[in-house]
C-alpha cells in the first residue's frame, strides 16, 4: 500500500470522525431544547451527548437513558430501577429475584439478589447485603438516608446493583446507581431548574464543543 493511499485513508477517516461529531452536535442540541426530555438535560448540551453516546452502545433510546442517567458531580450514574430492568429484558438471564435470611431487626440480616443464566438451571448469586454492612459503610447515618424509610426497597436496590456488576457490568457501563452515590455522599445531582440558553450563548457552547 503506497504511502499516499495511507494518507487518503487517515483523511477520510479523520473527515468521516468530523461529520459524526457534527451531527452528534445537532442532535443534542435538538434535545437540549426539547421540554419532554428532564429538567437536568434543558440547555445541557454537553451532557446530552453523553446520554446519546450512552444510549447508542446500550441500543436504548436517548429519552429512555436521559429518565434514568443522573450526571452527578460530572459522574454518570443510573437509577436502580433501570439496572434492574435492563438485566431482566436484556435476554441473557431470567429476572432478577431476591433471598431473604434473618430477621430484619437483626444486623445480621440480609438480601441477595439472585437470576439464573438462560438455557441453565444454576443460580448466579449475588453478595449478601446485610444490616452490618449497612451501618459499616455509614449508609444509614447518612441525612435523608432512605434506609430509615424505606429499607425493604434499598436492600432491593443494593442487592441488584451488586449482581450487576458481578455478572453484567457491561450493562451499567461502569456506573454506580444513584442511590449508591447518594450513600457514599459526596454526590449532588445538577440543577433541578432547566437552563435556557440565548442563541448568543448556544451558539458560544456549539463552539466550546468543536475545541
Not at 44 to 53: G, H, N, Q
Not at 54 to 67: F, I, N, Y
Not at 80 to 94: D, K
Not at 171 to 193: H, L, N, P, Q
Amino acid at each position: 500500500m503506497s504511502t499516499e493511499l495511507v494518507v487518503n485513508e487517515k483523511a477520510s477517516g479523520q473527515i468521516e470522525q468530523v461529520q459524526l461529531f457534527d451531527l452528534a452536535q445537532r442532535e443534542a442540541m435538538a434535545w437540549s431544547k426539547a421540554g419532554i426530555v428532564p429538567k437536568a438535560y434543558q440547555g445541557k448540551i454537553s451532557d446530552c451527548i453523553v446520554a446519546l453516546d450512552v444510549a447508542k452502545r446500550l441500543g436504548a433510546s436517548p429519552l429512555q437513558v436521559m429518565q434514568n442517567l443522573y450526571i452527578v458531580h460530572g459522574t454518570p450514574s443510573w437509577s436502580s430501577t433501570f439496572l434492574i430492568a435492563a438485566v431482566n429484558h436484556c435476554g441473557r438471564y431470567g429476572s432478577l429475584r431476591y433471598e431473604e435470611r434473618g430477621d430484619i431487626n437483626s444486623d445480621d440480616y440480609g438480601v441477595r439478589a439472585w437470576a439464573t443464566e438462560k438455557g441453565s438451571s444454576d443460580r448466579l448469586c449475588g453478595s449478601w447485603i446485610t444490616w452490618k454492612m449497612v451501618k459499616a459503610e455509614g449508609w444509614l447515618d447518612k441525612a435523608g438516608s432512605k434506609w430509615k424509610t424505606m429499607p425493604e426497597q434499598m436492600f432491593r436496590y443494593r442487592a441488584a446493583a451488586f449482581w450487576q456488576r458481578t455478572y453484567a457490568p457491561e450493562i451499567g457501563m461502569g456506573f454506580s446507581t444513584k442511590e449508591e452515590v447518594e450513600d457514599i455522599g459526596y454526590a449532588e445531582v445538577v440543577a433541578e431548574r432547566p437552563v435556557l440558553l440565548t442563541p448568543a450563548q448556544m451558539k458560544q457552547a456549539q463552539a466550546e464543543i468543536e475545541c
